[in-house]
């Protein structure tokens, strides 16, 4: 089963930046209670090595809008929108819940919003899927060049992607048990090439490359599992790697 959440917000009137993933991710740290879980999950986080992993991710808000190309806004034309949320950590989901459904007034960037519902998602996983991103995945490599970092964002179309994805699910499982995984396969493909789409997001200041479309899936249950929770790729905390699930191949 998977640790995440269907959540329907409402309030009289919303509207938010595009890019709206960095009041999302306020409103996550807010609804934690336990301070030093919430110092935690924020400073420390699920270690390995020298990467700090959160393990949690996040939609965009869902609903029909009207979109302010000047200021680059969503307005939403319903009282009712709607996220998934998705984690590894119970404590996490149960904080999240707990807060969501007794506060009446919670603050999403400048408006005061309530949380009408919340739905569990149930789903049955397998070693072979078709899967639809419904965050872009991204997976990325950091160098110096004239001594200035970098970043370069891999393409699905490269050959180096998928190796980097089970790299990075396979560290994310050593930051959680402290062991590395017995499981070590995980192989993502795009079904259509020429369909996927590249989507630029930008989180506080920094721009992140990654991409949307449907991919096969393949690999040790158990590290699927864990990206199912968690997103697969990089920067899932920052609303990154969330998939569904198409079909069972």
């Keep these: 089963m998977r640790q995440d959440v269907v959540g329907i917000i409402s309030s009289s009137y919303i509207a938010v930046p595009v890019n709206h993933q960095e009041w999302l991710h306020g409103l996550i740290y807010h609804s934690i209670q336990d301070n030093d879980y919430r110092d935690f999950l924020h400073n420390t986080g699920f270690q390995k090595g020298k990467r700090q992993f959160r393990m949690f991710t996040y939609t965009k808000l869902y609903g029909p809008y009207r979109m302010d190309k000047t200021s680059q806004t969503l307005e939403f034309l319903t009282p009712h929108v709607s996220l998934v949320f998705s984690a590894y950590d119970k ?6 819940v707990s807060t969501l459904m007794l506060k009446d007034n919670l603050q999403l ?5 309530q949380v009408e519902s919340i739905e569990q998602i149930h789903e049955t996983l397998s070693e072979k899927m078709h899967i639809r991103f419904l965050t872009p995945v991204t997976m990325y490599s950091t160098f110096m060049l004239n001594n200035k970092r970098k970043t370069y964002y891999y393409s699905p179309r490269e050959e180096e ?20 995984s017995e499981k070590k396969r995980l192989v993502i493909t795009p079904l259509h090439k020429e369909q996927l789409r590249s989507k630029t997001t930008h989180f506080k200041s920094t721009v992140i490359r990654g991409w949307m479309g449907d991919f096969m899936l393949e690999g040790d249950i158990e590290l699927i599992q864990l990206t199912y929770n968690v997103g697969l790729g990089g920067k899932n905390s920052n609303g990154h790697g969330l998939y569904e699930i198409v079909r069972h191949l």
């Design 109 to 113: 960037g400048k408006h005061r919003v």
């Design 91 to 96: 404590k996490l989901v149960q904080e999240l």
């Design 161 to 180: 992607f998928s190796p980097l994805i089970q790299a990075n699910a396979l560290k994310k499982y050593e930051a959680i048990y402290g062991k590395a």
